[in-house]
């Protein structure tokens, strides 16, 4: 019986503030839907790039030749672990998008009477090779996407200086180019093409016939790689390898691991913030609803309740909320999560979209959404037993008026400037409730983080391309080359008509370790006086000799500083070499930036680079560029307002996300300011009932509330807004 009436009045004080109970349950369940989205969308994300990868037969690993014979994959094919081997050529090619440009390509002559048994294709619109097809080719989704084109249209690529016109049957994707990357740089297909054609074409084209550079090996004990990598190396030994990959070193692969890594760090922190936010307002709404009910729980004692019945009592309104927030979040997440994986799976162009419930996330959000609800619950309710049935009896209003006084801060107001009656009730009441009013501050503070940092985060992205090639990305044109080529040979294109400035540079895949810890990374070698490559340095220094700059993030993932020392590992040796700086750089990774000449000393190269940035008059962009892609051995040419545009391509393409986030965050921050705006009211009655028996009409009431939340909102504003530039500044 005392258990039904105290459950009667539960049910009573969830009506009575309906308003409230609803917002919080909003709250908790938007808390646990992002946790369970984007935690369930990120697992579903890495099975659907795994399935691609086992669907397609993603190699194992990848051995990149001089050039070598076609029958050479006979004799691989009795290395004991090798279970498929498949031998193509490769070469970086133009692609003629308009009369007057030209973009970077990739031609891959591939086996066209058979399906791949290794980094197969597959086909999104269209058909595959027939064994006679001749003029034909299959071009990648992404580039597809970027210039619409379809099946049955053509497309010319300029091979050797020669241009060949193809007609495109088909349409497709590649588990080696589920984000597409040349070299490591990103690409929406805007600046960067793949084009499939028939082995025996390419071979003709170049004049290499039976001839290939490249062979896709996939094992049977990947426990066994490292051998079977050595086995390998061996055979081809007279052939000139130039590099043999492994497929988790892949530049694609390594784009899409650290996607997931920050999809599973967004979920983190933005169900954190949420559910502390969800935390607060709990804490807030049961501190202010005890102290408004000190009569009943004092009338609760008196007649013989426990302290633990009452305790359990108000514990279970947070329980409630918990257990209906976090079911509905649940029930949300089911969609959301598949909304988000194929919305992202689509957008990357992703073949294969793998939609799995896990039901250890439903476990943990739950047990996230409770703890929450029953941390923000504890200290106000573990506060009824401090109460004693003489002191609750009497109304909240009398306690206050026994401590009142006048407050400091009114007194230094009052003497730089007098004040209003009325100035001074907002005042005090702000000065006397010292705990709703911090409350009150942080909950506004928060939400207003969280709105400021989802739509920072939009709008950072843009900005931080414009400051990239503004001050950064000096250069107009930018050439990289898939060999390395002597630098007097390179200068020679300084003599060029319309180019006004040339610098070398080196860009090279290395390993970095520091304590333990290994990451694969780029390395750049940059000429230390270099004009048309800046590095934004924002610790220490720029370049100096023997020692490196790396990016923050890279900094961050080791846990570097200023002087520490570092191993530099290549295939050929290993090279220690202290930090001398870190640099924000927005639009690499894990890179760090070095020196051309000790580039040269680390990867054993001599006198030569890889790259070169150029400065030229606008009137002979494109020629310059047309002429750089009749020198053997290039691999791409970007044109820097073209590469500008190419990264603004890539960032609308996943705006929709972050209005999905910002409006959360909108609704997050209305019910913080909701509850906190209503409780300050209903906690009052006995105050605004005293005034208006006093004549103050309810209109000027209402004015000394608003006056009290301006007062609150500036240093809310001030904090929120801190709080939010500093948390999108962690994400860029």
Not at 64 to 86: D, F, G, M, R, T
Not at 133 to 145: G, L, M, P, R, W
Not at 181 to 192: D, K, N, R
């Amino acid at each position: 019986m005392p258990y039904t009436a105290l459950r009667k009045k539960l049910f009573r004080d969830i009506l009575s503030r309906k308003a409230q109970f609803v917002v919080l349950c909003i709250t908790v369940m938007l808390g646990v839907m992002i946790y369970s989205t984007l935690t369930m969308a990120t697992r579903n994300l890495k099975a659907s790039y795994q399935y691609a990868y086992d669907e397609l037969h993603y190699a194992d690993f990848t051995v990149y030749l001089e050039i070598a014979p076609e029958s050479i994959v006979k004799q691989l094919e009795k290395i004991e672990n090798i279970k498929h081997v498949e031998p193509r050529l490769t070469a970086n090619i133009g692609i003629e998008v308009s009369s007057d440009r030209q973009i970077a390509g990739l031609a891959l002559g591939i086996n066209s009477s058979r399906r791949l048994t290794v980094n197969d294709i597959e086909i999104l619109d269209g058909s595959y090779f027939s064994a006679n097809d001749s003029d034909v080719c299959i071009i990648e989704q992404h580039f597809a996407k970027a210039y619409g084109i379809r099946v049955n249209d053509n497309v010319t690529l300029l091979i050797n200086g020669s241009k060949v016109d193809l007609r495109v049957i088909g349409i497709a994707t590649s588990p080696e180019f589920l984000i597409l990357v040349s070299g490591y740089e990103v690409s929406s297909g805007y600046t960067f093409g793949v084009i499939f054609v028939p082995l025996r074409f390419l071979q003709e084209q170049l004049g290499l016939n039976g001839l290939i550079n490249e062979i896709c090996v996939i094992v049977k004990d990947r426990k066994l790689i490292d051998e079977t990598i050595d086995d390998a190396r061996e055979i081809l030994k007279p052939y000139n390898v130039i590099r043999i990959v492994k497929g988790v070193d892949q530049p694609c692969y390594k784009y899409l691991e650290w996607d997931i890594e920050g999809f599973y760090e967004v979920a983190y922190l933005f169900s954190s913030l949420v559910l502390l936010v969800a935390l607060i307002e709990i804490y807030t709404m049961l501190k202010r609803l005890i102290i408004s009910q000190r009569r009943e729980i004092g009338i609760l004692k008196a007649v013989g309740y426990s302290k633990k019945r009452i305790v359990f009592h108000y514990l279970s309104y947070a329980l409630i909320i918990g257990v209906i927030g976090s079911l509905l979040g649940i029930l949300a997440s089911m969609i959301m999560s598949e909304a988000v994986t194929r919305f992202y799976t689509e957008t990357l162009g992703i073949p294969f979209c793998i939609i799995i419930l896990h039901p250890d996330v439903f476990l943990i959000s739950t047990v996230l959404g409770l703890l929450t609800c029953i941390i923000g619950a504890v200290i106000p309710c573990l506060n009824t037993l401090k109460l004693r049935p003489i002191e609750v009896m009497r109304p909240y209003i009398s306690s206050l008026m026994i401590k009142g006084r006048v407050p400091l801060v009114e007194k230094i107001i009052d003497r730089i400037r007098p004040i209003s009656t009325f100035a001074k009730i907002s005042v005090r009441n702000l000065v006397r409730n010292r705990v709703r009013t911090a409350s009150t501050i942080l909950g506004i503070a928060l939400s207003l983080m969280l709105v400021v940092s989802t739509y920072g985060l939009m709008d950072s992205f843009y900005v931080t391309i414009e400051k990239e090639y503004n001050q950064y990305e000096l250069w107009d044109v930018k050439a990289r080359f898939n060999v390395m080529k002597p630098i007097d040979d390179l200068e020679a294109i300084a003599n060029w008509e319309g180019v006004l400035k040339l610098e070398p540079f080196i860009i090279a895949g290395i390993k970095i370790r520091y304590h333990g810890k290994e990451i694969d990374c780029l390395l750049i070698g940059l000429q230390p006086d270099s004009t048309l490559r800046k590095i934004n340095i924002i610790s220490g220094t720029g370049l100096k000799e023997n020692k490196i700059v790396i990016t923050e993030d890279l900094a961050n993932k080791l846990a570097l500083s200023i002087g520490d020392e570092v191993t530099l590992s290549t295939y050929l040796k290993n090279h220690t070499i202290a930090v001398s700086g870190i640099c924000r750089e927005p639009l690499l990774f894990r890179t760090c930036f070095a020196p051309l000449d000790m580039v040269q000393e680390i990867i054993e190269i001599g006198d030569k680079a890889n790259g070169i940035y150029l400065r030229v008059t606008p009137d002979k962009t494109m020629l310059i560029r047309k002429k750089l892609y009749q020198i053997p051995g290039i691999q791409r040419v970007d044109v820097k307002e073209e590469s500008r545009t190419d990264w603004l391509n890539l960032i609308r393409e996943f705006t929709v996300f972050s209005y999905v986030m910002w409006v959360m965050s909108m609704i997050i921050a209305f019910s913080i300011i909701f509850n906190t705006s209503t409780i300050n009211v209903m906690e009052r009655k006995y105050e605004h009932a005293t005034l208006m028996i006093l004549g103050t009409k309810p209109s000027k009431i209402s004015r000394i509330l608003l006056l009290e939340t301006l007062i609150m909102a500036l240093p809310a504003m001030i904090l929120g807004i801190f709080l939010g530039y500093m948390t999108a500044r962690y994400f860029l």
